[in-house]
């Protein structure tokens, strides 16, 4: 217990910075868990959810020896075992003799009748093939001097024969057999089944492994993620800003702030949602936490926390492909592989074959002889693909971690090899209707990587949009940014802050709001003016009263000003309202005008 509470029950708060270690219990969010039913005919069928150790470690009362928990990259299956670790550390404590009320996980005497708890990291054990030979090198010859270990080896033997023990197998994924042998996992030889429990953690791949039979699993328990991300900000942020700030403002803040950049959807993989988190907080100064976050910092962020698990030995570019690449340590050394993966990501996200462009099997990743084999094997190890057995007993299924993992993966590929615009994308573009908005998060990661093929693929996007959207500017009644736009804003976003030079992105149709209006959308409205055809400006009531500027009041400043000219292809413009400033050089083009 001591051991534990010293090397164990400690944790990186990111995988950013391995150093920065918090105490477990300052940094834990409870998760979502749920049982997964093996049916007779081998179907694995979501069932009920886990809310306690006895639902973990029972079933109808009966015991069981042998667990399973399997998740996603980054979904907490780590953190969950460390929790439970510290938990049976704490049956000394009388505080914790009587379960936590409405607490998840609180009715700790559960897991207080295993005599002895080893925890064993199996990634640190990668040459050993026997769980005991396992302890003995992560657990006694840490703990005690070289003289005593025999007599130690020789307890050991008699406790797992006599002793109620559980067995936590940490990270399976990461195991591998050594030499010659060529086992599922390791192996258990010396712990009575009858006396000894084992839970074991594993990302779904490698339990698509045949040789890890149905009947050798008692309970198959799939984690999740947080079951709340409003309290997990609250939770990191406690642990990482400055004790002046106020931390109710900053969560506010953040939590605004994923919510307008659409990274809510990250909050189901605590990993990621930390280094969001984390980068927002550390790198970003506050002021510019609206117009200059940049989506591909983030995601090479994610990316490369991913590589360093495969390959840690660090390298730098000389020249790298793409600017976000600049700075990180672990991508270089794994470019290979990632130029494979990427190409992948965007020849199936993009494939006719529609049903397998998000989850695939190894019949359609065989089509890509130079990922099948070494690359798919580094994808699955550095957590980039995951693989799960399907719902039907036969086969498995692959998939990226995360679908925008896919997607920035995809826009790398693009970004280094632009002709793909002409050839695969215009092709899906025109098999597919709404396919434009459908791609809108490449087109985003795009615009941050290479500006000149952002503005290729949002030509060949406008001209879906004109002739998908039905919109007749001339006949309109609406005046509210449509779906395109608002991609084409996000697009100017990413690339301002990636510092993206000839931005010259294509949109015929533009729709400004003074409601929205701010001096970042000001800077998008200079930048969309260039190839617009229709323009429709609106000045609001609310924004008169907002302003306290009323009719017998003479207006200093404008509510919307448009610099006609830098509208080179402008053939109609809409105002209604009033205040709205015409500047530059007079073009021929029809105004229809509407007062409030």
Not at 502 to 509: K, M, N, Q, V, Y
Request: charged share 25%; with cysteine; hydrophobic share 35%.
């Amino acid at each position: 217990m001591r051991h534990y509470d010293d090397k164990t029950c400690n944790v990186p708060l990111s995988m950013l910075d391995d150093s920065l270690d918090k105490r477990i219990t300052d940094v834990y969010a409870t998760p979502k868990l749920h049982q997964i039913k093996i049916e007779k005919d081998g179907k694995r069928v979501k069932h009920v959810q886990v809310l306690t150790y006895k639902e973990l470690f029972y079933t109808d009362d009966k015991s069981n020896q042998r667990i399973y928990i399997q998740g996603e990259p980054g979904r907490g299956k780590s953190t969950f075992a460390v929790k439970l670790v510290h938990d049976w550390c704490k049956q000394n404590q009388t505080a914790s003799a009587a379960p936590i009320e409405n607490a998840a996980f609180g009715d700790l005497l559960t897991i207080h009748k295993f005599k002895l708890l080893f925890f064993i990291t199996l990634r640190n054990s990668r040459e050993k093939t026997d769980v005991a030979e396992m302890i003995k090198e992560q657990l006694i010859n840490e703990m005690f001097l070289e003289a005593k270990r025999a007599d130690v080896y020789t307890l050991l033997d008699k406790i797992i024969e006599t002793e109620i023990c559980l067995v936590v197998r940490e990270g399976l994924d990461e195991w591998v057999s050594p030499g010659s042998k060529d086992l599922p996992e390791p192996s258990m030889a010396g712990f009575p089944k009858e006396t000894c429990t084992v839970l074991t953690t594993s990302r779904p791949w490698k339990l698509v492994d045949e040789r890890i039979k149905n009947s050798q699993i008692d309970s198959l328990i799939e984690i999740e993620g947080i079951s709340d991300a409003y309290l997990f900000s609250e939770t990191i942020l406690r642990c990482i800003i400055d004790q002046r700030k106020n931390l109710e403002e900053t969560v506010n803040k953040f939590n605004d702030f994923a919510e307008r950049r659409k990274l809510k959807s990250l909050s189901s993989s605590p990993m990621l949602y930390v280094l969001v988190i984390y980068i927002w907080e550390h790198t970003i100064d506050e002021r510019e936490h609206l117009k200059s976050w940049s989506l591909c910092s983030l995601y090479t962020a994610m990316l490369e926390s991913l590589c360093k698990k495969a390959h840690s030995a660090p390298g730098y570019f000389n020249r790298p492909p793409v600017q976000c690449f600049s700075n990180p340590s672990y991508l270089q050394p794994n470019i290979e592989h990632l130029d494979n993966v990427a190409e992948v990501a965007c020849q199936l996200l993009f494939s006719s074959e529609r049903e397998s462009s998000i989850v695939f099997d190894d019949n359609t990743l065989s089509n890509h002889p130079k990922t099948f084999a070494d690359c798919k094997m580094f994808a699955l190890r550095a957590g980039i693909f995951t693989n799960r057995k399907n719902k039907c007993w036969k086969g498995s299924s692959i998939s990226f971690i995360h679908k925008t993992v896919q997607e920035f993966l995809a826009a790398y590929h693009i970004a280094c090899n632009p002709n793909v615009i002409d050839d695969i994308i215009s092709r899906y573009l025109n098999c597919y209707n709404n396919s434009y908005l459908e791609i809108s998060q490449v087109f985003i990661f795009l615009c941050g990587m290479n500006i000149s093929a952002a503005n290729k693929l949002s030509a060949l996007m406008n001209q879906c949009d004109i002739d998908h959207c039905n919109y007749d500017p001339c006949y309109s009644k609406e005046f509210r940014p449509c779906a395109f736009q608002k991609i084409i804003e996000s697009g100017i976003s990413e690339a301002l802050a990636n510092k993206q030079d000839g931005i010259c992105l294509e949109l015929s149709h533009v729709c400004i709001e003074t409601e929205q209006m701010t001096e970042h959308n000001k800077t998008h409205l200079n930048l969309m003016l260039s190839n617009v055809q229709s323009l429709s400006v609106c000045t609001s009531s609310s924004y008169w009263m907002h302003n306290k500027v009323f009719a017998r009041d003479k207006p200093t400043s404008p509510a919307v000003e448009v610099n006609l000219s830098s509208c080179h292809k402008l053939k109609l413009l809409k105002l209604k309202g009033e205040n709205i400033w015409l500047r530059g050089k007079l073009v021929t083009f029809t105004i229809y005008h509407k007062c409030i």
